[in-house]
């Protein structure tokens, strides 16, 4: 019944019942699909627009909502009661974990001092006609360390662990061949990090004279989600990058 439902609706969009799963799989796989991220998410976003709303309605059911940012070309998806930016949801709230994980305490920190450093060069104009901003490895060593009192892992396959994860949720881009141990080491950090972490996280990240680790430890352990944005996906899910 379902199928022949949606191969009906399909029809004049003219796209293929497969085709409509690959979006479905993709973003119930990596939580976002950004069309500047790959040849891959390019066709799949441009998929995405012709069946849109199919798509919404299909996801909804299962109570997932999307973000689309039209400006950036990206749609991310969220789970049931995650807190979106601009998109209140009274009728849900969060029960368990479902298929949410808990983001590392390292990774936490890096994605929060990704979203001070990007609003700190979209005051300053320092951004590129994508929303993309580039910071070097050493300008994020030192903005980790002023801002949260921490430091990116000594260990380069740790660092590259994490960011590669950080890129699975389009949150940086970087050239995996480059030497993370290097100073000189640059990426991009991705206008997606706006609908990662919310303003008012930001606000209160900024607003801290003085940051306690040992508070700012005790908060990832109880309320991960929250600080980042309430959109990470299972990490059994996101097994590889974009090819």
Known sequence: MINTFITEQLKT?????????????????????????????????????????L????????GIRLQHDRQFCFVRAYPP????????DDENSPFNSGFR?????????????????????????QINEKGQVLLSLEGLA??????????????????????????????????????????ESWLSIQPTITSFVTEEILSSLMDETTFDTNTAEEQTDEEPETIAGNTLFSDTTTKKENT
Not at 29 to 53: F, M, P, T
Not at 55 to 62: A, F, K, M, P, R
Not at 81 to 88: K, L, R, T, Y
Request: proline share 3%.
């Open 81 to 88: 009661g995650a807190e979106i930016p601009g998109m209140p």
């Open 55 to 62: 798509v919404e309605d299909y996801l909804q059911i299962i």
């Open 142 to 183: 030192i903005a980790i360390n002023n801002l949260l009192k921490r430091s990116l892992p000594e260990s380069l396959v740790e660092r590259k662990k994490l960011f590669i994860r950080l890129r699975q949720l389009r949150l940086i881009q970087f050239n995996i061949e480059d030497e993370l141990d290097s100073d």
């Open 101 to 125: 994980s808990r983001p590392s305490q390292q990774e936490v920190a890096v994605i929060l001092v990704l979203r001070a450093e990007y609003e700190k060069a979209l005051r300053e104009g």
């Open 13 to 53: 969009s003219g796209i293929r019942q497969e085709e409509f799963s690959e979006i479905l799989i993709r973003l119930l796989d990596y939580g976002v699909i950004c069309r500047n991220e790959s040849q891959v998410e390019c066709a799949l976003y441009d998929r995405y627009l012709q069946c849109k709303n």
